[in-house]
């Protein structure tokens, strides 16, 4: 059974960062692209950032590219997301993606299992 679990999601100031983290049991990790998205409010689902299975290649949306950083570590089967200079526009439940057993990050991603998500609110 494929797990994916989210976690340190919370209230933070604008300006202030967090560090999300996706450990993932069940699937081939090593061999899969990771992902994260995020859902506010009223709105669609939508990728924030794609990472290749070696950590070779990483994928941006515009609103967040050059103040989010996704990372991986295959030893320890964990997804990470650094947020930085983070908006109240960046409030949203963030979850933790898996494309298992394919190591490239397809566009739009093509996710296989999701996480169930951790909430980001940024106060003004």
């Known amino acids: 059974q494929v797990r994916l679990v989210e976690s340190g999601g919370g209230l933070v100031q604008t300006g202030g960062s967090l560090r999300l983290s996706c450990t993932a049991s069940g699937l081939t990790f090593g061999a899969s692209a990771m992902g994260w998205f995020r859902q506010a409010p009223g709105k669609e689902r939508e990728e924030v950032s794609c990472?290749?299975?070696?950590?070779?290649?990483?994928y941006y949306a515009s609103s967040v590219n050059g103040r989010f950083t996704i990372s991986r570590d295959n030893a320890k089967n964990t997804l990470y997301l650094q947020l930085s200079s983070l908006k109240p526009e960046d409030t949203a439940i963030y979850y933790c993606?898996?494309?298992?057993?394919?190591?490239?990050?397809?566009?739009?991603?093509?996710?296989?299992?999701w996480g169930q998500g951790t909430q980001v609110t940024v106060s003004s």
């Open positions: 990472i290749t299975s070696s950590s070779g290649l990483a």
């Open positions: 993606a898996a494309a298992n057993a394919v190591p490239y990050c397809s566009r739009p991603m093509v996710v296989n299992y």
